[in-house]
Structure formats: structure tokens, C-alpha cells
T-cell receptor, first 115, second 108 residues
Framework: ETGVTQSPTHLIKTRGQQVTLRCSSQ?????VSWYQQALGQGPQFIFQ???????GRGNFPPRFSGLQFPNYSSELNVNALELDDSALYLC??????????????FGPGTRLTVT | GEDVEQSLFLSVREGDSSVINCTYT??????LYWYKQEPGAGLQLLTY?????DMKQDQRLTVLLNKKDKHLSLRIADTQTGDSAIYFC????????FGKGTRLHILP
């Protein structure tokens, strides 16, 4: 158990719809990162938030957006869903982005299927 | 660009040692990591090594780093059925880049 939870566990959406995925980080962890893991692939970095501000972004379009709240919860929003957005979405929390070892604790993920 | 390469599959007999290999391209990586993912679960950080180290041992796990060749390996001693999982190598510079994972299969 990492103390990081995600909801929902599974979700089915239709192409063109919008989706919000949620994550609850460990208390005291001010950093949350979101990853997309397509089937048979490693996780790909979407973006990171530190103290409610975006602190880095991977190669994902602007229709992927996020929010982080003071209560250690966060959201990943995806607009205009495409079939290729079908994947496992993982959030990971850490104390801050500059901790030398940058130990991240992952949630179990949300499996998103776009039809 | 940044890239992390791993072989996709490894089969090992129970009780033997498993060695999972990884190569990376970013010479400015500060930390290198090994994560474990079991079916239906998120990633679990197993161990990490700072880029100026050659070796790190943690119980049954041994990490070897050859910085010149940009090669990282994870050795699991006395492999058990519970070690069956996908193992991801990852490097960190300004963000973390993961490999595609190596699926470790344990033979009885």
C-alpha cells in the first residue's frame, strides 16, 4: 500500500467526450505527477504539479489538463477524447520535485477505455 | 532524444538469479530506477541508484551501473514466484523516462 488512491478504477467513454480522473496523494506530499501507460508500454509522463502549479509537462496536447488542490487531491482532465487515449492513467506523489532520490509513490491507476 | 531500452521477456527457474538489463541514452541522468508492476497494480519503486555510483545492494536486489556504456542491470537473487511481474527501468533528468518493461516469468 502506497497511500495513493485513484478513482474510478475503470471507465468507458465515447470518442469526443470529456473525462476527469482523480487522485489522492499521501499527506505531506506536495508533488503529483500523472502518467499514461498504454498497453504493453511503459508509463509516459504527462505533467507534474507542485503546490497547485504546473511544474513540468511531457509531450501531450493541451486537451490534457490538470488541477491540484491544497488537500492533496488532484485531477487529470482530458477533453475531446480520442481512441488512442485508451490507457491506464497513473498518478504518483512525492514530497517535492527536488528531493535527491525523487521517490514517487504510485496509485493503482484508472483504466480508461475510449470507444 | 531520451530513450530507455529493455528486453521484453525473461524466463528464470525458481531459486535461480534473474538479471534484467537496460540501456539508456541521456548521459545527464541523475538517478536511475527500477520499478515493479504486478498485474492490475500501479508501480512499486524497488530501488534506485545515483549516477555516480557503480553498484547498490539491497537484500536480494543488486543494481549495477556502467555509466560509460549507459547500461543498468537489476539482479534478483533466489528468484521466487512472487517476483513474477513486469520490471521497468527509468532514468531521471528533468523528468522520468521509463522503458517498456521486462516481463519476468518464473519457471517451477
Amino acid at each position: 500500500e502506497t497511500g495513493v488512491t485513484q478513482s474510478p478504477t475503470h471507465l468507458i467513454k465515447t470518442r469526443g467526450q470529456q473525462v476527469t480522473l482523480r487522485c489522492s496523494s499521501q499527506s505531506g506530499h506536495n508533488t503529483v505527477s500523472w502518467y499514461q501507460q498504454a498497453l504493453g508500454q511503459g508509463p509516459q509522463f504527462i505533467f507534474q504539479y507542485y503546490r497547485e502549479e504546473e511544474n513540468g509537462r511531457g509531450n501531450f496536447p493541451p486537451r490534457f489538463s490538470g488541477l491540484q488542490f491544497p488537500n492533496y487531491s488532484s485531477e487529470l482532465n482530458v477533453n475531446a477524447l480520442e481512441l488512442d487515449d485508451s490507457a491506464l492513467y497513473l498518478c504518483a506523489s512525492s514530497i517535492d520535485p527536488w528531493t535527491a532520490s525523487y521517490e514517487q509513490y504510485f496509485g493503482p491507476g484508472t483504466r480508461l477505455t475510449v470507444t | 532524444g531520451e530513450d530507455v531500452e529493455q528486453s521484453l521477456f525473461l524466463s528464470v527457474r525458481e531459486g535461480d538469479s534473474s538479471v534484467i538489463n537496460c540501456t539508456y541514452t541521456d548521459s545527464s541522468s541523475t538517478y536511475l530506477y527500477w520499478y515493479k508492476q504486478e498485474p492490475g497494480a500501479g508501480l512499486q519503486l524497488l530501488t534506485y541508484i545515483f549516477s555516480n555510483m557503480d553498484m547498490k545492494q539491497d537484500q536480494r536486489l543488486t543494481v549495477l551501473l556502467n555509466k560509460k556504456d549507459k547500461h543498468l542491470s537489476l539482479r534478483i537473487a533466489d528468484t521466487q514466484t512472487g517476483d513474477s511481474a513486469i520490471y521497468f527501468c527509468a532514468e531521471k533528468d528533468d523528468k522520468i523516462i521509463f522503458g517498456k518493461g521486462t516481463r519476468l516469468h518464473i519457471l517451477p
